[in-house]
């Protein structure tokens, strides 16, 4: 049986990052993941998958040394950000008025594992692909079991393996949350207008749709409605999509033509626990939030660094240590159920068509772009 440190199992975004940064800090490490993602090359596709990444995140990239890949690979900064209802201005943040170069990056989230898995040191084991068949816990090890590698131990097990944790599930680590009523369309279009430097956001009763610009003329348009209008525009032909597309985008969105989409259902859910013997979670293995704000991501790179913190503290031999996963789970579940809540409250708020709550929305949205310093406080946060 292999021993080591920690096992990362999943090695999408946070896994990669969090096994990258512990093997860089002298851990023996393992990841195992199930899908292992191709080598970068320039002519590959673009992927419908994309985040917003705030600065914090592009602070821990560039850490790991993979910011700088994705910099020289594709990225679109944006510096406006913009949200708004109908024909109202809305809201605008804007770089400049926070003295910063630009808000963040729109990123697809393949390169972004790939940037991550092209870091990985020697010493760092790779399993993959792998599939995992059993886990248990010791006294004074963690086992995992894999079909293709056999018995794998190690002193703690780090479950990074997404919103449907396959460990999460064999620990016994029960979670609550719930399916929205709305799903969503994620479609890749080329635009006419050149319109890099902006991101926007417009509410509308049946759902938000969304606009995040990629290099070139290219987007990634996100249209959220009901389950089943989204999936009734997904059976379209492309012609007829872009038509539809054109006709329920905001005007200033102007000429574009759908290229692929794809729909996701859109969940809530989070782990009861963060941590259960020699297991912890991170990433949306923890939590999946609505993606209304661009914030999955960002919460789960913010999970990732302080978890590494948190181990990189502590005496190699008391990784699993309870106090020191407490004091993880102390810091993260508070802040990720604070997004989680906020993004609830604007899905409430703008997925309703009684007139108060209209007036309100638009009262809000209005007071807050004159509100200078409210309006700078909640940018901040929402950014850095
Ligand atoms: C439509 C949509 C739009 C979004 N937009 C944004 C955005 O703009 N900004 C943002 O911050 N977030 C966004 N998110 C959320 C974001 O995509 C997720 O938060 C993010 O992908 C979570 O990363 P992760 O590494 O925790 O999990 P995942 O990305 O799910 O990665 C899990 C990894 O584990 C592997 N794996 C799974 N099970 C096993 C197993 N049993 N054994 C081994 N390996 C396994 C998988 O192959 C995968 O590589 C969006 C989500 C959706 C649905």
């Known amino acids: 049986m292999q021993q080591f440190d920690v096992i990362v199992v999943g090695g999408g975004m946070v896994g990669a990052s969090v096994a990258l940064k512990l093997a860089h800090s002298g851990l023996q490490v393992a990841l195992v993941e199930r899908q292992t993602p191709a080598v970068y090359q320039a002519q590959q596709p673009l992927d419908l998958r994309v985040s917003a990444i705030n600065q914090r995140s592009e602070r821990w990239l560039t850490e790991l040394g993979a910011w700088s890949l994705l910099q020289q690979w594709r990225l679109c900064p944006y510096r406006r950000l913009q949200a708004f209802e ?17 808000l963040g990056h729109i990123v697809e989230n393949s390169l972004i594992q790939q940037a991550l898995w092209q870091q990985f040191p020697e010493q760092l084991t790779v399993f993959s692909p792998a599939t995992v068949t059993g886990f248990s816990q010791q006294q004074a090890l963690a086992q995992l079991t894999t079909k293709e590698f056999g018995c794998l131990s190690a002193q703690l097990v780090i479950a990074a393996d997404g919103g449907q944790s396959q460990l999460r599930q064999l620990a016994g ?94 969940a809530r859910n989070h782990a009861n626990s963060y941590a259960k013997g020699r297991l912890v979670l991170v990433g949306d293995a923890a939590h999946s939030i609505n993606p209304l704000a661009g914030q999955g991501v960002n919460l789960g790179f913010a999970d990732a660094r302080v978890l590494c913190e948190v181990l990189l503290s502590a005496n190699t031999g008391a990784l699993a240590s309870a106090e020191l996963l407490a004091r993880y789970e102390k810091e993260r579940r508070r802040a990720n159920a604070l997004m989680m809540s906020a993004m609830d409250g604007f899905y409430q708020l703008f997925s309703n068509e009684l007139p108060p709550l209209k007036l309100a929305r638009q009262l809000g949205l209005t007071l807050a772009e004159r509100a200078g310093p409210l309006k700078r406080l909640v940018s901040r946060y929402a950014v850095l």
Not at 204 to 214: E, K, N
């Open 86 to 102: 109908g024909d109202t201005p809305g809201l605008t943040f804007t770089a400049d008025e926070l003295n910063l170069s630009h």
């Open 173 to 266: 680590i029960g979670s609550t949350g719930w399916m929205y009523q709305q799903a969503c369309l994620v479609l890749e279009v080329d635009t006419e207008l050149p319109q890099q430097d902006i991101t926007w956001q417009q509410f509308h009763p049946t759902g938000p749709r969304a606009m995040l610009p990629l290099s070139g003329h290219k987007a990634s348009l996100v249209w959220y409605d009901a389950h089943q209008k989204v999936q009734q525009l997904a059976a379209l032909s492309l012609p007829e999509l872009s038509r539809q597309v054109q006709a329920a985008f905001p005007a200033k969105l102007g000429a574009v033509q759908v290229t692929r989409c794809a729909w996701f259902p859109l």
